[in-house]
């Protein structure tokens, strides 16, 4: 590897050049890790989970040392009102993030089925698809009544 700045050679990833100093990167190695979106919502749904459950001890907590008594500063009950409300917010995330937890399992298994979908080996060795199941056929759009339409007219001013 050669220095950017002073162009001396022999030098390796990682450390500092050892003629002007310069810090010299491993540039095979990418520089951000992907994420996974799967992770940010795994990561999303610990969180929320653990902030619905402090804000429900803490509103609790507040509820029983403060609210009621005669000495209770009303800052006290807006700070239960917030907890209460920080709650009901993070529950609203937690159950959508099980949403999105439930849609990418739905997900990867419906890739795996199509990735596991039966291929023929014609005569020639070359791989087919095996033979169409038309039970759970969709019915036709709207585009392809359309189309079918534009086809007929075209046949009939040919």
Known sequence: MFCPK??????????????????????????????????????NLVLGSMTVVTCVTLAIL?????????ESPPVIYVMFGLLLAMAAWHVQTVWRSVLLRKHFRENKKRKES????????????????????FESFPAASVTDRTTRQLASEKLKSS
């Open 6 to 43: 002073c162009g001396n050679s022999d030098q390796l990833p990682e450390t500092y050049c050892r003629q002007c100093g310069t810090f010299l990167p491993d540039l095979s190695k990418p520089l951000v890790s992907i994420t996974k979106p799967e992770q940010h919502v795994n990561a």
């Open 62 to 70: 507040l509820y029983v040392f403060f609210i009621g008594l005669p």
């Open 114 to 133: 199509f990735a596991s979908e039966p291929v023929i080996e014609s005569g020639e060795g070359k791989p087919q698809l095996a033979e169409a199941n």
